[in-house]
């Protein structure tokens, strides 16, 4: 029997303002718990909210490059529950009239390209955080408390999780792209939930919507969605439905598990925010929002293969991510070759980047350095394999690479003189292979070579070595 | 000198002409509350040492410089207990509260101390505002000094019970449904609702954030201008705040009011109100029209809903305003509970009077999804119509003149477990809060010894008018300024 996925995505981001969204507390990540709080955020007896007005425009900014609408005419509304991290009792958000709306991001599937669309986009405030101590108390934490957010949903147009990661990855990088959001999902600022059903395509008989909450990783969301997919389908096949409930993911147990199942719908009563005033956007704003919106990824792609003739391939993966194709370019306007740069990121950087779990953003060394590594290559100084050894070295130690040749002796010995001398000694300690070589076994040739390399650990330079070597043998 | 029956003017010109110190002052309206206190409960937070020691370096100030001096330097003032005071109790009049000493000033609180004022305490109300009749505030009740077996209003009872007994020149109170002109009238004190937005709300315990604004309570209404002119401007922390402040509402207090237009929106001399107080008022529109205004007759029609479009929007607006109230962070928490939920369930359960946890169950039912338009919404378009009615009214009036309140103030007790009829007492004075229009009471009678209070609405930010209205009725009549006697040996609560 054949099966369609449905999945829909809910995605928070967090917004990189200064300041939290109704008040001047630093928004920052990180600091010692509870030292960044204010009875605005605290939601103290009097305080009162006032929207920041980045929070606004960062929102714009991702409608924008998003492709949705903006309304010219917004407001905040108040969604009420209890809960220890919630501070007043209800989380301002949008709830009837969002920011953003209708909106779509192309992604790359295997049967094509397609449109992801875009419900909304709205505006809404953190809430604080618990942690449970070993003796099961809560412990609260309101740094996070009144941290801005937007949420992103879109419509039920993925169809598998794989397609799922792409717009994830995509979204991804596009928010990173225009800076509203550095989207690090270990840091809880990138967080997703997923509703998620399959269709019967024979019977058309559908399994009830599972929410997964709070994902908090890439991977961890493909896992959730390629296991509620095969639960669903299985469930089916026995002729049974899932429930209407909500699940998270167990990292330990690589499978999800029911937080609540939903008898009934939870009423949140929202209503308009009667403390602040609307959200007044006029067209010269969005006009001024739009024209300097950074290029975007696809954009830069385009521009990639176009300016720097590059494969396809390459420019995918370089504008990725932002901080990546940044380094790209910077690295290509020192050293200027293009195809060298990018072999040189995609294969052994972003080997080493992932090896070490690590963001380009993270990396010891800066784009001149990187080039300077280049340089030495290019200049004969040092051989392709020396320059694969001396960047493990700037990865782990952060220094510049001519510093690293120099401390480490690795220096190509180019001195044709001194290669002779070292030649003659490895032809008089193998003379056997140069006779075999005279009788046409050539494939000698290449041990004379490695040997030489060997005795110079490295350093001689191979074609020279290879000319200087040939000459002899046919003397 | 008795300096307690004293204007603000009054005492500001003392101060300036160095006859009298702030210390002095102040030690004699703490005198006066020592001697008065016990009978009429005004506070429920007295902070003497604090006031004396600010009165002192107020003095010092004096001293150094009187040319830059406020008009309210020096002198005292009571704060409702539900505007936050940094260092000093708010407890809204709420167990829940009760302990609870914020961190930070109200931006009126804020205002007044830079302005030199002398806070007295915190003055007594309903729980959470919720109420008019002072009633319903968890520590005492605050009785009305011109009979102490009378409630003395509310919610902001305890401010005017403060300024009528001369406990202090001045108070502010709160504002949501008529919660300073209804207990100004009934304790025969001028009390101002300013324009939604005038003044800022920080630090205003909300009970309904669209309906609250703080206002003033004081002995005439040269003083009324004085504190409102201290108080208003837009202040950044409250996005609901306007800039208006470069007005000095002092200078509207002329007498000239030949050609002013007075409407009688006959909805507020219907029937339900007294005929006694009617009538009352009527005569002092008859002496504004003989001082040279125009008066006539005009039709609210949608008055008839005001009362059931407030309880709905304020109820619902308080149900979310209280929630933050859950014994997590602050105030009182519960002392036995298993796990988080009942934390927070017995904390309110424990904390709140029966008053607010009424209209936390009515404006949660108000708001639930499947009540919601039926109810919250349809409140929505009410209002707006309510605001019409008004916009067209003052397209050709200059202010709407009706009685404050539809009777003289009752006996405690009297409508303490009839809800319903004491929500009536605010029925004449909802419409200005629902429209956040402004609006002052001013004592234009007394019937039997109680006072009669008359009300003067004017459009948005139309406070000159209704000031300038109010100064020329004071001053062409001599119902201001008496001051109640506060018997001996009275009853003391119920
Ligand atoms: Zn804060």
Known sequence: MAYKTVIGLEIHAELLTKTKIFCSCLAEFGKEVNTHCCPVCLGFPGALPVLNKKVVEYCIRAGLALKCEISNKSRMDRKNYFYPDLVKGYQITQYSNPLCKNGYIKINTKDGDKKIRIKRIHIEEDTGKSVYDEK???????????????????????????????????????????????????????????????????TGIKSTITEVKNLNSFKAAV????????????????????????????????ETVVMRVKETVEDYRYFPEPDLVYIEVDENWIKNIKENLPELPEDK????????????????????????????EETVKISNNPKQVSNWLMGDILGWLN?????????????????????????????????????????????????????????????????????DKIMEENKQS??????????????????????????????????????KLRQ | MDLINLTIHELRDLIRNREVSSEEIVKSFFSRIEEVEDKVGS???????????????????????????SDLAGIPVGIKDNIVTEGIKTTCGSRILENFIPPYDATVVKKLKLNGAIIVGKTNM???????????????????????????????????????ASEVPYALGSSTGGSIRQPAAFCGVVGLKPTYGLVSRYGLVAFASSFDQIGPLTKDVEDCAIVLNSIVGFDKKDSTSVDNDSIDYTKALIKDIRGLKIALPKEYFDNRIDSKIKEKVLDAVKTLEKLG???????????????????TLASSEASSNLAKFDGVRYGKRAKNYNGVEELIVKTRTEGFGDEVKRRIMIGTYFLSSSHYSEYYKKAQKVRTLIIRDFEKVFNEFDVIISPTTPTLPYKIGEKKEKFISMYLSDILTVSANIAGIPAITIPCSYIDDLPVGMQILGKAFGEEDILSVAYTYEKNSNFQRRAPKIKEGIKNGI
């Open chain 1, 136 to 202: 099961g108390n809560i412990l609260l934490d309101y740094n996070r408390s009144g941290v801005p957010l937007i949420e992103i949903v879109t419509y039920p147009d993925m169809n598998s999780p794989e397609e799922a990661r792409i717009f994830l990855e995509k979204l991804k990088a596009i928010l990173q792209y225009i800076e509203v959001s550095d989207c690090k999902m270990e840091e809880g600022s990138l967080r997703c939930d997923i509703n998620i059903n399959v269709i019967d395509e024979e």
């Open chain 1, 223 to 254: 896992k959730a969605m390629e296991f509620e997919e095969k639960r669903h389908i299985e469930l089916l096949e026995q002729g049974k439905n899932t429930l209407k409930e909500t699940r998270r993911w167990d990292e330990n147990r690589n």
């Open chain 1, 301 to 328: 792609k385009e521009r990639f293969i176009r300016d720097y003739n590059l494969p396809e391939y390459d420019a995918k993966v370089l504008t990725s991510s932002k901080k990546l194709a940044d380094f790209f």
């Open chain 1, 355 to 423: 090896v070490k779990n690590m963001d380009i953003s993270e990396i010891k060394f800066t784009y001149k350095e990187f080039a300077d590594l280049l340089e030495l290559i290019n200049e004969g100084k040092i051989s392709n394999n020396i320059g694969k050894k001396v960047l493990k070295i700037m990865f782990e130690e952060g220094k510049n690479p001519k510093i690293i040749v120099k401390e480490k002796g690795l220096l190509q010995m180019s001195n044709a003189s001194e290669l002779e001398r070292i030649v």
């Open chain 1, 434 to 471: 140069v006779e075999d070589y005279k009788k046409g076994k050539e494939k000698v040739l290449g041990f004379l070579i490695g040997q030489v390399m060997k005795a110079t650990k490295g350093k001689a330079n191979p074609q020279l070595v290879n000319k200087i070597i040939l000459e």
């Open chain 2, 43 to 69: 506070f429920i937070t007295l902070t003497k040492e604090k006031a004396l020691e600010d009165a002192r370096r107020i003095d010092k100030k004096i001293k150094e410089d009187i040319t830059s001096l």
């Open chain 2, 126 to 164: 309903d729980e959470f505002a919720m109420g008019s009749s002072t009633e319903n505030s968890t520590f005492k009740i605050t009785k009305n000094p011109w009979d102490l077996n009378r409630v003395p209003g509310g919610s902001s009872g305890g401010s005017a019970a403060a300024v009528s």
């Open chain 2, 293 to 311: 205004a125009k008066i006539d007759y005009v039709s609210l029609p949608h008055t008839e809903y005001a009362l059931a479009t407030y309880y």
